[in-house]
Every structure is written in structure tokens, then in C-alpha cells.
């Protein structure tokens, strides 16, 4: 799996990185997406997949 962002989209509502803190966080400076982990490994999927989900701007997507 593969995390992909596009940060001129985030919002910086924080969702992802209080669903999954293994995967993002915010940027000090802006509070705007920031991937850990861009592939992490199959234990993390159903994070990044839930993280994609409750993203208010849509700005992450995953692939294989």
C-alpha cells in the first residue's frame, strides 16, 4: 500500500493524524498533512483506509 496526499487540498482538520498517528501527523507550521509512512505495512491498512475516509477534503488516497 502506498499513501498518497495532496497537501494544497488539507484543511489541516487533524483527522487523519487522530485516527491514524502511526501514519500522519501536522505540520508544526501550518497544520497540514504530514505522511510517517508513506507504505506502510499490511497492519496499518485498515488505518490509512479509515484516515482516507474521515479526511473532511479528500486529500489522501492510497494505492497498491
Known amino acids: 500500500m502506498k499513501?498518497?496526499?495532496d497537501r494544497s487540498r488539507c484543511v489541516g482538520a487533524?483527522?487523519?493524524?487522530?485516527?491514524a498517528p502511526a501514519l500522519?501527523?501536522?505540520?508544526?507550521?501550518?497544520?497540514?498533512?504530514q505522511v510517517l509512512d508513506?507504505?506502510?505495512d499490511d497492519t496499518q491498512a485498515a488505518a490509512a483506509?479509515?484516515?482516507a475516509r474521515v479526511c473532511?477534503?479528500?486529500t489522501i488516497t492510497?494505492?497498491?
Not at 14 to 19: D, E, F, K, P, V
Open 62 to 64: 492510497l494505492s497498491r
Open 38 to 40: 508513506a507504505e506502510p
Open 24 to 33: 500522519f501527523d501536522q505540520g508544526d507550521d501550518d497544520g497540514l498533512v
Open 14 to 19: 487533524g483527522q487523519c493524524a487522530l485516527t
Open 3 to 5: 499513501i498518497h496526499v
Open 49 to 51: 483506509a479509515m484516515a
Open 56 to 58: 473532511p477534503s479528500g
